[in-house]
């Protein structure tokens, strides 16, 4: 366009010439002096046109009298326009009033959905492989500083001992108590097995008979060796036989013991009921005095705060989860086996569930929306200013030909059309002046003349 512009100034200069060697030559010709005053007009129109649009970025012909508007008055363009964006195009209040009538939720929901229908992949997948890449990018030992304060943080505030008596109440009621001894009992019978247990046995009777004959003054310890020696010689004393039948009634002890309804079981279980009662309540319930045990653990509880660092067993728990986490191998614990694929059949089943229930949950969707829209009012009425500051601060980033080139992009087609339309409409009034002039005005003033 702008070249179209420049080729109508130069077309037009060259009919002005031309019409002007014709008006000079047939002065007496109406048609050559109509054709000449259009012209002329026209003419006349584009200059005072391209100099109008030219003062605006340059100084046309070298005046500087109200030219280059642009580059002078860059401080007042940016200023009105900070000003138009923040009074006119997005004020304060039409931008609180669109955000008080969007559903940011349903909004983030469909665009989740479709993301996940393209992919096609769940929300459960995706938040395990989010997990993922957040546990192999941990600082280990920020994460581990971290949680320690905050777990210590959570201890101090914590009623330990209500959460022991709780959990002591709750493995009881759901039978981790009883797998718990079963573990236990098992572990035992293990170890009876084969002869060094019965060895233990005898070499700890072997110690206690050392100790009493060896316990004593001269003459107790000379009866004692007597006496001994009298009953291994009689068969009364045997440490083998006495070994053997110990491990014997050990044997049949544990063996007994894998009956859940054994009475030693049951005391054991009756007792840590009680125990979990008094933690919970804080008074031994039997006396009603301050539980010694409660008091026990709270102040074990604030001097392992205060002197034991979690940090080293944290990093190891972290750094042992990570190295689990990329490799399939089972964990057994109890009678079971846990692999990493399990923990992600069960991460991605639970937050698919979770997914469903709150997509079908209005309520649930209304109160986080609500959340967020008073999350966004909120940093609109606070950082609301930062809008004028980043366009204000942008367009000074912007050189003096930038910001022309800029203006030149966005209305330099409009501004040339001005130029070309200026030719039309100069054209227009010379004709329309010379037409008035010639039998408009001219025969008025001969009138005027003969009368």
Same mark, same amino acid.
């Given at each position: ?48 046109? /391209? ?13 500087? /009298? ?101 959990? =002591? ?123 010694? =045990? ?5 102040? /074990? ?12 067993? =944290? ?30 059949? /069960? ?105």
């Amino acid at each position: 366009m702008y070249r179209k512009a420049n080729f109508g100034l130069i077309v037009l200069a060259v009919l002005f010439l031309a019409t002007l060697y014709f008006h000079l030559r047939f002065a007496d010709s109406r048609g050559v002096h109509f054709l000449f005053f259009a012209v002329e007009s026209a003419l006349v129109a584009t200059l005072a046109d /391209w100099y109008a649009v030219s003062a605006l970025f340059t100084r046309p012909l070298g005046i500087k /009298w109200h030219t280059d508007l642009l580059g002078r008055n860059r401080a007042n363009l940016t200023k009105g326009i900070v000003g138009m964006v923040e009074s006119e195009l997005l004020p304060k209040a039409t931008l609180l009033s669109h955000v008080r009538d969007i559903h940011f939720v349903n909004i983030g929901m469909e665009w989740l959905e479709s993301h996940l229908a393209a992919n096609k992949t769940t929300v459960g997948e995706k938040v395990w492989v989010a997990l993922r890449q957040l546990l192999l990018s941990l600082d280990i030992d920020k994460s581990s500083a971290f949680i320690e304060q905050k777990l210590k943080e959570a201890l101090k505030s914590a009623n330990v001992s209500s959460l022991a008596g709780e959990a =002591i109440r709750w493995s009881t009621r759901e039978g981790h108590l009883d797998r718990l001894l079963d573990h236990l009992v098992g572990f035992a019978r293990e170890r009876l097995h084969g002869t060094h247990t019965r060895s233990a046995i005898r070499d700890l009777l072997e110690s206690e008979r050392r100790k009493y004959v060896n316990k004593g003054n001269f003459f107790k310890r000379q009866a004692k060796k007597f006496m001994e020696s009298m009953a291994e010689k009689t068969g009364v004393l045997d440490l083998d036989d006495a070994a053997d039948a110990l491990y014997r009634e050990i044997v049949e002890l544990v063996k007994s013991l894998e009956d859940r309804n054994h009475d030693l079981r049951l005391l054991v279980k009756d007792a840590l009921e009680r125990i979990g009662d008094d933690l919970q309540s804080g008074m031994t319930l039997s006396t009603g005095e301050i539980n010694p =045990i409660r008091r026990a653990v709270d102040e /074990w509880k604030n001097d392992a705060i205060h002197r034991v660092s979690f940090q080293p067993v =944290i990093s190891q728990l972290l750094n042992a989860f990570i190295a689990y986490m990329n490799r399939d191998e089972p964990i057994k614990y109890w009678d079971r086996e846990l692999r990493t694929s399990d923990i992600k059949a /069960w991460t991605i089943d639970f937050v698919n569930r979770y997914w469903d229930r709150f997509r079908q949950d209005e309520m649930k969707k209304d109160a986080l929306n609500q959340y967020a829209r008073q999350l966004i009012v909120h940093v609109v009425e606070k950082e609301y200013h930062r809008i004028g500051q980043i366009v204000h601060k942008t367009l000074e980033s912007f050189t003096d030909e930038r910001l022309k080139q800029l203006v030149k992009d966005k209305v330099g087609e409009d501004l040339q059309a001005i130029r070309l339309n200026g030719a039309v409409v100069g054209a227009i009034i010379g004709c329309v002046l010379f037409l008035v002039l010639h039998f408009v005005y001219d025969p008025i003033l001969q009138l005027l003349g003969n009368g």
